[in-house]
């Protein structure tokens, strides 16, 4: 049995990997009962299976891609979906615009007019995200999950916006410009009529049917992306009661009516952690379990690994998803950080920092039981856009204006997940000796076991990976993060 170490590390910015491989003694080189600085590795101690890994195509990164050239934006997707890059299985797209899209649309222009939606039509998405959609599935060389989410019904069903109770520092700290609150938008929140539920549900409806006729491989369906959230873009407020009766009145029997209800899976919540556990008991019970397959959540309000888990325990057998996450700041720019912290930080030690961000919560949300792990945008460009509202995030690409890209480090950071955790893994028992790293380790289709550790402090660290009576001693240096490869035959 052999194990093979992938070490990751930044240096001014710029990511390096190297690989190296240690026999494991089964001789006499170490102590039987080795007791100290053990991480132990229980392969045969299964908890949840892992589906996979992945991102969105909004219609941001659709136009970042449009106007790279054909070649370049083949391989940067190949880099994102293909074998031999991150191995992306899992896929999130946006229903109407969001504030990813490059202005505010919808699928039909006047609703109240045409009540029965027949002017309906997904010919933006045709010209912009489809066929970047269709160019990731045939790199990837085996299927794609593609969860699909709305952001608004059109205003015209809406009420008017409240004054948002949201804490908007979770959204990047943009302040609410100045909002009508009498009239319907689709930004800035407001609520979808109760009169209008049916018609919304046939909306979906028709949007899911219109994309699985193009070949696109819809699996998952959020009720609404960010339940809570009034933005300064494309939201709607949804309470626990209110999205329960639209799921169980309405939505779900119209998925049922079309045939989609043993085809398209259905996700609750969608927003952040700190909440999950309690939405879910507001809106899952005897009547509705059965209509859902899963919740979804967001980092933006901090760890609330437990809440995860508390969810998981809550409804056994419903997948946990996160399905969007993303450092609130421009690309390569540490000014939003400096207006929290006053730190004047060097731009690649902010990319790091996010690297470490984004390791640090897929193991916490995998040892917590998540089955789903989607990231936001593919990429941005360098202002962290383009998006029809003000403001940008960062994403683990960044397109250049001279029609190149360039990976982060959280690029390199997220395969360390996506491609040694492959779809069918289970995650395995650990145990660790300290805290001065972050573990998980799951068991692949094909025998191995992969064990990721993050080590985001000052200093090398040195352990026993202890296997089935069998031990590695492994280093694992200061800021970087390490996948093993365990093969157990």
Not at 69 to 74: G, I, K
Not at 77 to 104: Q, T, V, W
Not at 169 to 197: A, H, I, Q
Not at 440 to 458: F, H, I, M, R, W
Request: proline share 6%; net charge negative; with cysteine.
């Amino acid at each position: 049995m052999k194990a093979r170490q992938i070490i990751t590390y930044s240096v001014n910015g710029k990511t390096y990997q190297e690989r190296f491989f240690y026999p494991l003694n089964d001789e006499e080189d170490e102590p039987s009962q080795l007791e100290s600085g053990v991480l132990n590795v229980y392969p045969d101690v299964t908890f949840q299976e892992i589906d996979g890994f992945g991102c969105a195509i909004t219609e941001s990164v659709a136009y970042l891609l449009q106007i790279m050239s054909p070649e370049t934006s083949s391989t940067l997707i190949s880099e994102c979906f293909g074998p031999a890059g991150n191995k992306y299985k899992l896929l999130r797209m946006h229903l109407d615009s969001c504030d990813y899209s490059l202005e505010e649309y919808q699928a039909v222009e006047d609703p109240i007019a045409d009540p029965e939606l027949s002017t309906f039509n997904i010919e933006r998405d045709r010209k912009r995200a489809i066929p970047f959609i269709k160019k990731a599935m045939e790199v990837s060389g085996e299927p794609l999950s593609i969860l699909v989410s709305p952001w608004s019904p059109p205003a015209a069903w809406k009420t008017p916006p409240l004054k948002p109770k949201n804490e908007m520092s979770v959204y990047g700290g943009f302040l609410m410009p100045k909002v009508d609150y009498n009239t319907p938008s689709r930004c800035n929140g407001g609520s979808l009529k109760p009169e209008f539920y049916p018609d919304w549900a046939k909306y979906l409806v028709k949007y899911v049917e219109a994309y699985r006729e193009e070949g696109l491989p819809v699996s998952m369906l959020s009720i609404q992306n960010e339940s809570i959230a009034a933005t300064s873009w494309d939201s709607c407020v949804w309470t626990a009661q209110e999205q329960k009766d639209f799921l169980k009145d309405h939505l779900y029997p119209a998925f049922k009516e079309a045939g989609l209800d043993d085809k398209v899976g259905i996700y609750i919540w969608d927003h952040n952690k700190e909440r999950v556990l309690e939405f879910s008991q507001l809106v899952l019970d005897e009547e509705t379990l059965p209509m859902v397959e899963g919740i979804a959540f967001h980092w933006y309000s901090g760890d609330h690994f437990e809440a995860v888990s508390m969810a998981g325990q809550a409804f056994p057998g419903k997948t946990l998803m996160a399905s969007e996450c993303c450092c609130l700041h421009a690309p390569g720019q540490s000014a939003m950080w400096m207006s929290m912290t006053g730190d004047k930080t060097l731009p690649e030690t902010v990319e790091y920092r996010d690297a470490v961000a984004y390791a640090h919560d897929i193991i916490g949300n995998l040892n917590a039981g998540m089955n789903r792990w989607i990231d936001w945008n593919l990429c941005v460009d360098e202002q962290g856009g383009p998006r029809h509202t003000p403001g940008g995030f960062t994403a683990p690409v960044t397109a250049q204006t001279d029609g190149t890209y360039r990976k982060t480090i959280t690029f390199d950071y997220i395969g360390h997940f996506s491609k040694h955790i492959l779809p069918g893994a289970y995650r395995v028992g650990i145990s660790k000796c300290d805290s001065k790293v972050e573990v998980t380790a799951a068991k692949n289709p094909d025998g191995t076991v992969a064990v990721v550790v993050l080590n985001s402090g000052y200093e090398d660290q040195g352990y026993a990976i202890r296997v089935q009576g069998r031990v590695a001693r492994v280093k694992i240096p200061a800021q970087t993060i390490s996948t093993f490869i365990l093969d157990l035959a």
